[in-house]
Protein backbone atom coordinates (compact mmCIF):
# COMPACT_ATOMS: atom_id res chain seq x y z
CA UNK A 1 0.00 0.00 0.00
CA UNK A 2 3.21 2.31 0.78
CA UNK A 3 4.15 2.14 -2.97
CA UNK A 4 0.63 2.57 -4.45
CA UNK A 5 0.35 5.48 -1.87
CA UNK A 6 3.55 7.35 -3.08
CA UNK A 7 2.82 7.07 -6.59
CA UNK A 8 -0.88 8.39 -6.12
CA UNK A 9 -0.06 10.68 -3.09
CA UNK A 10 -3.08 9.08 -1.51
CA UNK A 11 -4.44 5.27 -1.20
CA UNK A 12 -6.70 4.47 -4.16
CA UNK A 13 -9.63 2.95 -2.95
CA UNK A 14 -10.78 0.44 -2.31
CA UNK A 15 -7.18 -0.42 -0.57
CA UNK A 16 -6.46 1.46 2.76
CA UNK A 17 -2.74 1.69 4.07
CA UNK A 18 -3.91 -0.61 7.01
CA UNK A 19 -3.84 -4.55 6.52
CA UNK A 20 -7.13 -6.45 6.03
CA UNK A 21 -8.50 -2.58 6.05
CA UNK A 22 -10.47 -1.61 3.32
CA UNK A 23 -12.47 1.60 1.84
CA UNK A 24 -16.09 1.29 0.64
CA UNK A 25 -15.77 2.38 -2.90
CA UNK A 26 -18.20 5.57 -3.97
CA UNK A 27 -21.84 3.91 -4.98
CA UNK A 28 -21.64 1.05 -2.92
CA UNK A 29 -23.68 -0.39 -0.07
CA UNK A 30 -21.92 -2.36 1.96
CA UNK A 31 -24.68 -4.91 3.83
CA UNK A 32 -23.86 -7.65 6.70
CA UNK A 33 -26.24 -10.28 7.69
CA UNK A 34 -26.08 -13.11 10.15
CA UNK A 35 -27.59 -16.09 10.43
CA UNK A 36 -27.83 -18.31 13.94
CA UNK A 37 -25.70 -21.13 13.57
CA UNK A 38 -26.72 -24.41 15.89
CA UNK A 39 -24.80 -24.24 19.24
CA UNK A 40 -23.43 -27.31 20.75
CA UNK A 41 -25.44 -28.26 23.70
CA UNK A 42 -22.57 -27.33 26.33
CA UNK A 43 -23.28 -23.74 25.19
CA UNK A 44 -26.85 -23.47 25.52
CA UNK A 45 -26.67 -21.14 28.16
CA UNK A 46 -24.72 -18.54 26.13
CA UNK A 47 -25.98 -16.58 22.76
CA UNK A 48 -25.75 -18.75 19.74
CA UNK A 49 -22.81 -18.71 17.38
CA UNK A 50 -23.71 -16.16 14.41
CA UNK A 51 -21.91 -16.85 10.84
CA UNK A 52 -21.75 -13.01 9.31
CA UNK A 53 -21.51 -12.65 5.62
CA UNK A 54 -20.61 -9.51 3.93
CA UNK A 55 -21.48 -8.00 0.22
CA UNK A 56 -20.81 -5.08 -1.30
CA UNK A 57 -23.40 -3.77 -4.31
CA UNK A 58 -23.19 -1.29 -6.66
CA UNK A 59 -25.96 1.49 -6.69
CA UNK A 60 -24.82 3.58 -9.34
CA UNK A 61 -22.31 3.40 -11.57
CA UNK A 62 -19.91 5.79 -13.43
CA UNK A 63 -19.05 3.49 -16.68
CA UNK A 64 -22.95 3.14 -17.41
CA UNK A 65 -23.49 7.20 -16.88
CA UNK A 66 -20.93 7.35 -19.66
CA UNK A 67 -22.38 4.83 -22.20
CA UNK A 68 -25.80 6.01 -21.38
CA UNK A 69 -24.77 9.81 -21.70
CA UNK A 70 -22.64 9.06 -25.30
CA UNK A 71 -25.33 7.13 -26.26
CA UNK A 72 -27.51 10.14 -26.42
CA UNK A 73 -25.68 13.36 -26.33
CA UNK A 74 -27.29 16.59 -26.46
CA UNK A 75 -26.87 18.16 -30.39
CA UNK A 76 -27.16 21.79 -29.97
CA UNK A 77 -25.41 24.15 -27.70
CA UNK A 78 -28.03 26.42 -26.58
CA UNK A 79 -29.76 23.41 -25.43
CA UNK A 80 -26.70 22.16 -23.11
CA UNK A 81 -26.34 25.58 -21.78
CA UNK A 82 -30.11 25.85 -20.46
CA UNK A 83 -30.28 22.29 -19.16
CA UNK A 84 -27.18 23.31 -17.53
CA UNK A 85 -28.18 26.09 -15.95
CA UNK A 86 -31.73 24.80 -14.60
CA UNK A 87 -30.22 21.48 -13.48
CA UNK A 88 -27.59 23.24 -11.16
CA UNK A 89 -29.86 25.34 -10.29
CA UNK A 90 -32.27 22.74 -8.78
CA UNK A 91 -29.01 20.88 -7.46
CA UNK A 92 -27.65 23.98 -5.77
CA UNK A 93 -31.11 24.79 -4.35
CA UNK A 94 -31.22 21.35 -2.69
CA UNK A 95 -28.09 21.44 -1.22
CA UNK A 96 -28.62 24.71 0.41
CA UNK A 97 -31.46 23.27 2.48
CA UNK A 98 -30.44 23.64 5.81
CA UNK A 99 -31.14 24.47 9.25
CA UNK A 100 -27.86 25.83 10.46
CA UNK A 101 -25.73 29.29 9.00
CA UNK A 102 -24.55 28.10 5.40
CA UNK A 103 -22.24 29.73 3.27
CA UNK A 104 -20.05 28.77 0.82
CA UNK A 105 -16.21 28.50 -0.41
CA UNK A 106 -15.18 31.15 -3.19
CA UNK A 107 -12.02 31.29 -4.98
CA UNK A 108 -12.80 32.97 -8.22
CA UNK A 109 -12.69 30.48 -10.45
CA UNK A 110 -15.42 28.91 -12.54
CA UNK A 111 -16.30 26.34 -10.67
CA UNK A 112 -16.60 28.26 -7.16
CA UNK A 113 -18.14 31.38 -9.19
CA UNK A 114 -20.97 29.30 -10.55
CA UNK A 115 -22.33 27.25 -7.28
CA UNK A 116 -21.97 30.75 -5.37
CA UNK A 117 -23.83 32.76 -8.35
CA UNK A 118 -26.81 30.36 -8.72
CA UNK A 119 -26.96 30.42 -4.63
CA UNK A 120 -26.79 34.07 -5.16
CA UNK A 121 -29.75 34.10 -7.78
CA UNK A 122 -31.85 31.66 -5.23
CA UNK A 123 -31.33 33.65 -2.03
CA UNK A 124 -33.53 36.08 -0.26
CA UNK A 125 -30.31 37.72 1.67
CA UNK A 126 -26.49 38.38 1.12
CA UNK A 127 -25.04 34.65 0.93
CA UNK A 128 -21.85 34.55 3.12
CA UNK A 129 -18.89 33.59 0.35
CA UNK A 130 -15.12 32.60 2.61
CA UNK A 131 -11.30 32.94 0.73
CA UNK A 132 -7.92 32.89 2.09
CA UNK A 133 -5.18 35.08 0.32
CA UNK A 134 -1.41 34.55 0.17
CA UNK A 135 1.05 37.90 0.25
CA UNK A 136 2.61 35.59 -2.71
CA UNK A 137 1.34 36.74 -6.13
CA UNK A 138 1.73 33.95 -7.79
CA UNK A 139 -0.75 31.85 -5.26
CA UNK A 140 -2.77 34.46 -4.45
CA UNK A 141 -6.39 34.47 -5.87
CA UNK A 142 -8.04 36.36 -3.15
CA UNK A 143 -8.45 39.36 -5.15
CA UNK A 144 -10.13 37.49 -7.84
CA UNK A 145 -12.92 36.05 -5.52
CA UNK A 146 -13.22 39.98 -4.30
CA UNK A 147 -14.45 40.79 -7.41
CA UNK A 148 -16.50 38.24 -7.80
CA UNK A 149 -18.08 38.60 -4.68
CA UNK A 150 -18.60 42.31 -5.00
CA UNK A 151 -20.61 41.89 -8.36
CA UNK A 152 -23.00 39.18 -6.94
CA UNK A 153 -23.40 41.35 -3.53
CA UNK A 154 -22.49 38.53 -1.50
CA UNK A 155 -21.38 38.84 2.37
CA UNK A 156 -17.61 38.31 1.71
CA UNK A 157 -15.12 36.78 4.27
CA UNK A 158 -10.85 37.19 3.62
CA UNK A 159 -8.55 36.79 5.63
CA UNK A 160 -4.97 37.08 4.57
CA UNK A 161 -2.70 33.96 5.92
CA UNK A 162 0.96 34.62 6.76
CA UNK A 163 3.26 31.86 5.53
CA UNK A 164 3.85 31.41 9.05
CA UNK A 165 0.23 30.50 10.23
CA UNK A 166 0.02 28.30 6.98
CA UNK A 167 3.12 26.58 8.13
CA UNK A 168 1.69 25.98 11.61
CA UNK A 169 -0.76 23.29 10.05
CA UNK A 170 1.73 21.06 9.10
CA UNK A 171 2.20 18.82 12.75
CA UNK A 172 -1.40 18.84 12.70
CA UNK A 173 -1.66 17.07 9.28
CA UNK A 174 -0.94 13.38 10.35
CA UNK A 175 -3.67 14.30 13.03
CA UNK A 176 -6.49 15.62 10.07
CA UNK A 177 -6.01 12.82 7.88
CA UNK A 178 -6.90 8.69 9.29
CA UNK A 179 -3.87 7.50 6.44
CA UNK A 180 -0.75 9.43 4.93
CA UNK A 181 -2.20 11.83 2.63
CA UNK A 182 -0.21 14.66 0.57
CA UNK A 183 -1.70 17.26 -1.30
CA UNK A 184 -0.46 20.05 -0.54
CA UNK A 185 -3.56 22.47 -0.92
CA UNK A 186 -4.49 20.52 2.27
CA UNK A 187 -3.42 23.80 3.71
CA UNK A 188 -5.07 26.26 2.67
CA UNK A 189 -8.27 24.06 2.50
CA UNK A 190 -7.71 23.13 6.33
CA UNK A 191 -7.74 27.43 6.70
CA UNK A 192 -10.52 28.04 4.23
CA UNK A 193 -12.33 25.96 6.49
CA UNK A 194 -11.38 27.10 9.93
CA UNK A 195 -12.57 30.67 8.70
CA UNK A 196 -16.04 29.92 7.39
CA UNK A 197 -16.84 28.13 10.28
CA UNK A 198 -15.90 30.70 12.42
CA UNK A 199 -19.37 32.38 10.82
CA UNK A 200 -21.53 29.85 9.37
CA UNK A 201 -21.65 25.29 10.00
CA UNK A 202 -22.59 24.24 6.53
CA UNK A 203 -20.47 25.20 3.09
CA UNK A 204 -21.20 24.57 -0.50
CA UNK A 205 -17.90 24.10 -2.50
CA UNK A 206 -17.24 23.81 -6.52
CA UNK A 207 -15.27 20.85 -6.39
CA UNK A 208 -16.21 18.04 -9.28
CA UNK A 209 -16.50 20.57 -12.01
CA UNK A 210 -13.01 20.18 -12.96
CA UNK A 211 -13.60 16.29 -13.97
CA UNK A 212 -17.35 16.35 -15.39
CA UNK A 213 -16.46 19.46 -18.00
CA UNK A 214 -12.56 19.29 -18.43
CA UNK A 215 -10.66 21.96 -16.46
CA UNK A 216 -7.67 20.46 -15.85
CA UNK A 217 -5.05 21.55 -18.03
CA UNK A 218 -4.09 18.21 -18.73
CA UNK A 219 -6.99 17.32 -20.75
CA UNK A 220 -6.07 20.28 -23.36
CA UNK A 221 -2.33 20.17 -22.76
CA UNK A 222 -2.23 16.55 -22.89
CA UNK A 223 -2.79 16.10 -26.39
CA UNK A 224 -1.79 19.16 -27.96
CA UNK A 225 1.86 18.55 -26.60
CA UNK A 226 1.60 14.51 -27.49
CA UNK A 227 1.08 15.82 -31.24
CA UNK A 228 4.13 17.97 -30.86
CA UNK A 229 6.64 14.73 -29.48
CA UNK A 230 5.43 11.84 -30.57
CA UNK A 231 7.00 12.32 -34.41
CA UNK A 232 10.06 11.72 -32.25
CA UNK A 233 12.45 8.80 -31.56
CA UNK A 234 11.60 7.96 -27.46
CA UNK A 235 15.54 8.54 -27.37
CA UNK A 236 15.60 11.79 -28.53
CA UNK A 237 12.50 12.62 -26.42
CA UNK A 238 14.18 11.75 -23.45
CA UNK A 239 17.68 13.83 -24.12
CA UNK A 240 15.40 16.28 -24.71
CA UNK A 241 13.46 16.28 -21.06
CA UNK A 242 16.86 15.70 -19.72
CA UNK A 243 17.80 18.83 -21.17
CA UNK A 244 14.73 20.87 -19.79
CA UNK A 245 15.13 19.36 -16.30
CA UNK A 246 19.02 20.42 -16.40
CA UNK A 247 17.77 24.24 -16.57
CA UNK A 248 17.03 25.64 -12.93
CA UNK A 249 13.42 25.74 -12.11
CA UNK A 250 14.08 29.53 -11.43
CA UNK A 251 16.00 30.24 -14.50
CA UNK A 252 12.51 28.77 -16.56
CA UNK A 253 10.51 31.44 -14.40
CA UNK A 254 12.97 33.89 -15.97
CA UNK A 255 12.91 32.89 -19.36
CA UNK A 256 9.11 32.70 -19.29
CA UNK A 257 8.36 36.03 -17.89
CA UNK A 258 9.62 37.27 -21.25
CA UNK A 259 8.03 35.61 -23.68
CA UNK A 260 4.81 36.23 -25.31
CA UNK A 261 1.95 33.88 -24.54
CA UNK A 262 3.94 32.31 -21.42
CA UNK A 263 4.58 34.95 -19.05
CA UNK A 264 1.14 34.44 -17.54
CA UNK A 265 1.60 30.67 -17.25
CA UNK A 266 2.28 30.54 -13.23
CA UNK A 267 4.93 28.80 -11.64
CA UNK A 268 6.90 27.71 -15.03
CA UNK A 269 9.78 26.12 -13.81
CA UNK A 270 7.63 23.60 -11.66
CA UNK A 271 5.69 22.96 -15.03
CA UNK A 272 8.81 22.67 -17.32
CA UNK A 273 10.39 20.19 -14.97
CA UNK A 274 7.78 17.99 -14.98
CA UNK A 275 7.25 18.07 -18.38
CA UNK A 276 10.67 17.19 -19.00
CA UNK A 277 10.30 14.17 -16.89
CA UNK A 278 7.17 13.12 -18.63
CA UNK A 279 9.21 13.55 -21.82
CA UNK A 280 11.67 10.83 -20.48
CA UNK A 281 9.49 8.12 -19.33
CA UNK A 282 6.06 8.19 -21.45
CA UNK A 283 5.25 6.40 -24.78
CA UNK A 284 1.62 7.14 -25.80
CA UNK A 285 -1.36 9.91 -24.95
CA UNK A 286 -2.80 7.44 -22.42
CA UNK A 287 0.71 6.33 -20.92
CA UNK A 288 1.02 10.62 -20.16
CA UNK A 289 -1.86 10.79 -18.72
CA UNK A 290 -0.63 7.88 -16.09
CA UNK A 291 2.57 9.38 -15.90
CA UNK A 292 0.91 12.57 -14.98
CA UNK A 293 -1.37 11.64 -12.43
CA UNK A 294 2.01 9.78 -10.78
CA UNK A 295 4.81 10.75 -8.35
CA UNK A 296 7.11 7.83 -7.55
CA UNK A 297 6.60 5.42 -9.91
CA UNK A 298 6.58 1.50 -9.09
CA UNK A 299 9.79 1.21 -10.70
CA UNK A 300 11.46 3.85 -8.65
CA UNK A 301 12.75 1.85 -6.27
CA UNK A 302 11.87 3.68 -3.34
CA UNK A 303 9.68 1.01 -1.72
CA UNK A 304 11.76 -2.36 -2.73
CA UNK A 305 10.15 -5.08 -3.16
CA UNK A 306 7.01 -4.00 -3.66
CA UNK A 307 4.53 -6.11 -5.83
CA UNK A 308 2.44 -4.00 -8.63
CA UNK A 309 -1.45 -3.55 -7.26
CA UNK A 310 -4.51 -2.82 -9.78
CA UNK A 311 -6.59 0.30 -9.53
CA UNK A 312 -9.46 1.87 -11.39
CA UNK A 313 -6.91 3.03 -13.91
CA UNK A 314 -6.52 -0.56 -15.15
CA UNK A 315 -10.40 -1.32 -15.68
CA UNK A 316 -10.53 -1.70 -19.08
CA UNK A 317 -14.93 -1.54 -18.99
CA UNK A 318 -14.28 2.15 -17.17
CA UNK A 319 -13.44 3.29 -20.86
CA UNK A 320 -14.57 1.23 -22.82
CA UNK A 321 -15.52 2.56 -26.18
CA UNK A 322 -14.83 5.92 -25.18
CA UNK A 323 -12.76 6.87 -28.21
CA UNK A 324 -11.34 10.97 -26.74
CA UNK A 325 -8.54 11.29 -25.14
CA UNK A 326 -9.29 13.79 -22.72
CA UNK A 327 -12.59 12.03 -22.18
CA UNK A 328 -10.91 9.22 -21.04
CA UNK A 329 -8.73 11.28 -18.62
CA UNK A 330 -12.23 12.47 -17.13
CA UNK A 331 -13.73 9.25 -16.20
CA UNK A 332 -9.92 8.02 -14.41
CA UNK A 333 -10.00 11.38 -12.75
CA UNK A 334 -13.57 10.97 -11.71
CA UNK A 335 -13.02 7.42 -10.55
CA UNK A 336 -9.72 8.13 -8.83
CA UNK A 337 -8.18 11.48 -8.25
CA UNK A 338 -12.01 13.03 -7.17
CA UNK A 339 -12.81 10.64 -4.54
CA UNK A 340 -9.70 9.50 -2.98
CA UNK A 341 -7.71 13.05 -3.72
CA UNK A 342 -10.45 16.21 -3.80
CA UNK A 343 -13.46 14.72 -1.78
CA UNK A 344 -11.06 13.49 1.19
CA UNK A 345 -8.85 16.39 1.43
CA UNK A 346 -11.59 19.05 1.67
CA UNK A 347 -13.73 16.38 4.08
CA UNK A 348 -11.21 15.53 6.42
CA UNK A 349 -9.75 19.67 6.41
CA UNK A 350 -13.59 20.78 7.04
CA UNK A 351 -14.61 18.25 9.88
CA UNK A 352 -11.41 18.99 11.61
CA UNK A 353 -13.28 22.19 12.61
CA UNK A 354 -16.53 20.54 12.54
CA UNK A 355 -17.61 22.23 9.11
CA UNK A 356 -19.69 19.99 6.89
CA UNK A 357 -19.20 20.83 3.10
CA UNK A 358 -21.79 20.03 0.52
CA UNK A 359 -21.01 19.58 -3.32
CA UNK A 360 -23.45 20.42 -6.01
CA UNK A 361 -21.80 19.05 -8.75
CA UNK A 362 -22.14 15.49 -7.17
CA UNK A 363 -25.43 15.57 -7.88
CA UNK A 364 -25.92 12.66 -9.86
CA UNK A 365 -28.71 14.68 -12.33
CA UNK A 366 -25.40 17.20 -13.15
CA UNK A 367 -23.17 14.17 -13.86
CA UNK A 368 -25.75 12.00 -15.78
CA UNK A 369 -26.15 15.37 -17.97
CA UNK A 370 -22.67 16.16 -18.26
CA UNK A 371 -22.16 13.19 -19.86
CA UNK A 372 -24.26 14.08 -22.42
CA UNK A 373 -22.27 16.66 -23.48
CA UNK A 374 -20.02 15.88 -26.16
CA UNK A 375 -16.46 16.90 -25.94
CA UNK A 376 -16.25 19.77 -27.83
CA UNK A 377 -19.01 21.77 -25.70
CA UNK A 378 -16.86 21.22 -22.51
CA UNK A 379 -13.24 21.81 -24.25
CA UNK A 380 -12.94 24.39 -27.37
CA UNK A 381 -10.49 26.78 -28.75
CA UNK A 382 -7.74 25.53 -26.08
CA UNK A 383 -9.71 26.13 -22.95
CA UNK A 384 -11.92 23.92 -20.69
CA UNK A 385 -15.43 24.44 -19.28
CA UNK A 386 -16.86 25.88 -22.09
CA UNK A 387 -20.82 25.19 -21.24
CA UNK A 388 -20.09 25.71 -17.70
CA UNK A 389 -18.35 29.27 -18.55
CA UNK A 390 -21.62 30.21 -20.99
CA UNK A 391 -23.80 29.75 -17.28
CA UNK A 392 -21.62 31.41 -15.23
CA UNK A 393 -21.57 34.44 -17.75
CA UNK A 394 -25.41 35.04 -17.03
CA UNK A 395 -24.31 35.97 -14.20
CA UNK A 396 -21.10 37.09 -13.56
CA UNK A 397 -18.86 39.72 -16.17
CA UNK A 398 -16.75 37.46 -18.75
CA UNK A 399 -13.58 40.20 -17.82
CA UNK A 400 -13.80 39.04 -14.09
CA UNK A 401 -13.39 35.10 -14.43
CA UNK A 402 -11.01 34.61 -17.50
CA UNK A 403 -7.07 34.30 -16.47
CA UNK A 404 -5.03 31.50 -16.21
CA UNK A 405 -6.25 28.83 -13.90
CA UNK A 406 -3.83 29.12 -10.37
CA UNK A 407 -4.99 26.32 -8.49
CA UNK A 408 -5.40 26.36 -4.81
CA UNK A 409 -1.67 26.03 -3.54
CA UNK A 410 0.64 27.70 -1.39
CA UNK A 411 4.93 27.43 -1.76
CA UNK A 412 5.58 24.54 0.02
CA UNK A 413 8.54 23.48 -2.36
CA UNK A 414 10.05 26.89 -1.61
CA UNK A 415 9.81 26.58 2.07
CA UNK A 416 11.12 23.14 1.68
CA UNK A 417 14.35 25.03 0.78
CA UNK A 418 13.72 27.70 3.38
CA UNK A 419 11.88 27.42 6.46
CA UNK A 420 11.61 24.12 6.25
CA UNK A 421 14.08 22.62 5.90
CA UNK A 422 14.85 21.53 9.08
CA UNK A 423 12.19 19.85 9.87
CA UNK A 424 12.12 18.33 6.06
CA UNK A 425 15.73 16.86 6.90
CA UNK A 426 15.30 15.36 10.22
CA UNK A 427 12.21 13.37 8.54
CA UNK A 428 14.00 12.68 5.13
CA UNK A 429 17.50 11.89 6.92
CA UNK A 430 18.99 8.80 6.27
CA UNK A 431 18.61 6.79 9.47
CA UNK A 432 15.06 8.41 10.06
CA UNK A 433 14.41 6.69 6.67
CA UNK A 434 15.69 3.09 7.41
CA UNK A 435 14.35 3.33 10.99
CA UNK A 436 10.97 2.41 9.35
CA UNK A 437 12.30 -0.11 6.93
CA UNK A 438 10.05 0.82 4.01
CA UNK A 439 11.33 2.57 2.24
CA UNK A 440 14.93 3.35 0.25
CA UNK A 441 16.52 6.36 1.55
CA UNK A 442 18.80 6.31 -1.60
CA UNK A 443 16.56 7.62 -4.09
CA UNK A 444 14.72 10.14 -1.59
CA UNK A 445 17.89 11.42 -1.12
CA UNK A 446 18.88 12.06 -4.28
CA UNK A 447 15.91 14.10 -5.11
CA UNK A 448 15.64 15.71 -1.76
CA UNK A 449 19.76 16.98 -2.41
CA UNK A 450 18.70 18.11 -6.04
CA UNK A 451 15.60 20.19 -4.88
CA UNK A 452 17.97 22.19 -2.08
CA UNK A 453 20.02 23.10 -5.23
CA UNK A 454 17.08 24.50 -7.03
CA UNK A 455 18.41 22.03 -10.47
CA UNK A 456 15.01 20.43 -9.56
CA UNK A 457 11.15 20.56 -8.51
CA UNK A 458 10.86 17.79 -6.96
CA UNK A 459 7.85 19.15 -4.45
CA UNK A 460 5.02 16.74 -4.84
CA UNK A 461 7.44 13.81 -4.24
CA UNK A 462 8.89 15.07 -1.69
CA UNK A 463 5.79 16.22 -0.05
CA UNK A 464 4.80 12.51 -0.53
CA UNK A 465 7.30 11.06 1.16
CA UNK A 466 7.53 13.65 4.23
CA UNK A 467 3.69 13.26 4.96
CA UNK A 468 4.47 9.74 5.18
CA UNK A 469 7.31 10.13 8.10
CA UNK A 470 4.91 12.52 9.44
CA UNK A 471 2.13 10.06 9.67
CA UNK A 472 4.18 7.12 10.56
CA UNK A 473 5.52 9.00 13.75
CA UNK A 474 1.97 10.08 14.59
CA UNK A 475 1.43 6.53 14.48
CA UNK A 476 4.63 5.29 16.78
CA UNK A 477 3.93 7.84 19.30
Not at 83 to 93: F, G, I, R
Request: hydrophobic share 45%; with cysteine.
Amino acid sequence: MVALYLQFCYVPAPYAIYQHIYKLEPGCVLSLSSSDVSAPPAAALFAPARRHTLTVERYWALSEVVQRGLADPIREDRQAVEQLETTLLKAVSLQCVADVPLGAFLSGGIDSSTIVALMQAQATRPVRTFTIGFDDAGFNEAEYAKEVARHLGTDHTELYVSPKQARDVIPHLPDLYCEPFADPSQIPTYLVSQIARQHVTVALSGDAGDELFGGYNRYFWGRRIWSRLSWMPLTARRMLGTLIQKVPAQAWDVIGAGLPGVSRVARLGEKAHKLGYRMRTVNGLDDLYRSLVSQWTPDSGVVPGARRLATSLDDPIAVRGVLEPEHRMMIWDSLTYLPDDILHKVDRAAMGVSLETRVPFLDHRVAELAWRMPLHMKIRNGQGKWVLRQVLYRHVPRELIERPKAGFAVPVGQWLRGPLRDWAEDLLGESRLYRGGVLAAGPIREKWQQHLAGTHDWTLMLWAVLMFQAWLAREDS
